[in-house]
């Protein structure tokens, strides 16, 4: 069974930081794309970033792009995603997904990042 | 970017009653693989989403034979043909056909009448 547990949101100032984990069990993590999904508080699915099998390739959606960085280690099975200069709109649950075309498996619950004054 | 807009946003529906959900494209969504990448995703109340559907109308591993999924281009649609009660909370369709940026529609609220 895929497990993808989140861990390290939390509440920061804005302009402040965080990092986010994603530890993946019940797969081999080197074979797939990932990918970072939030939920803004009653709001829709947004995708944020991905990254390729090797770390090699990585995407971002345009809001946080210079701001937020995805990467992977393989061998210790996690994902992270680290978060600076956050803004009151990056307030959301932060999933992690195993790609598919996309972000398809979610396999855990999400983590919650506010950023409030 | 692609924008997927879904129909309705909200869909009260009786119990062992069909329900569907259109999801429409801003632009083909026609893979130079000759695939289409358009998902649908199940959110249940306080739980993560769980996809139902690839490429168009392919189902998941476990995923109930009453959801069904259809469409062609710009316009898919999401059915389920006699709903449950575990079947309440949102939809979300998702392309990953024209990428960078992975898109969803807004979400189809279920309820139970």
């Known amino acids: 069974e895929v497990q993808l547990v989140v861990s390290g949101g939390g509440s920061v100032q804005p302009g402040g930081s965080l990092s986010l984990s994603c530890t993946a069990s019940?797969?081999?993590?080197?074979?797939?794309?990932m990918s970072w999904v939030r939920q803004a508080p009653g709001a829709g699915l947004e995708w944020v970033a991905n990254?390729?099998?090797?770390?090699?390739?990585?995407h971002y959606v345009d809001s946080v792009k210079g701001r937020f960085s995805i990467s992977r280690d393989n061998a210790g099975n996690s994902l992270y995603l680290q978060m600076n200069n956050l803004r009151v709109a990056d307030t959301a649950v932060y999933y992690c997904?195993?790609?598919?075309?996309?972000?398809?498996?979610?396999g855990g619950q999400g983590t919650l990042v506010i950023v409030s004054s | 970017d692609v924008v997927l807009t879904q129909s309705p946003l909200s869909l009260p529906v009786t119990l062992g009653q069909p329900a569907s959900i259109s999801c429409r494209s801003s632009?083909?969504?026609?893979?130079?693989?000759?695939?289409?990448?358009l998902s649908w995703f199940q959110q249940r109340p306080g739980q993560s989403p769980r996809r139902l559907i690839y490429?168009?109308?392919n189902r998941d591993s476990g995923v109930p034979d009453r959801f069904s999924g259809s469409g062609s281009g710009t316009d898919f649609t999401l059915k389920i043909s006699r709903v449950e009660a575990e079947d309440a909370g949102v939809y979300y369709c998702?392309?990953?056909?024209?990428?960078?940026?992975?898109?969803f529609g807004q979400g189809t609220k279920v309820e139970i009448k």
């Open positions: 997904a195993r790609d598919d075309w996309g972000p398809a498996v979610y």
């Open positions: 019940g797969f081999t993590l080197s074979h797939f794309w």
């Open positions: 998702m392309q990953g056909s024209h990428w960078p940026p992975w898109t």
């Open positions: 990254i390729n099998n090797d770390g090699s390739e990585k």
């Open positions: 490429k168009v109308s």
């Open positions: 632009q083909s969504l026609v893979y130079r693989d000759g695939n289409t990448y």
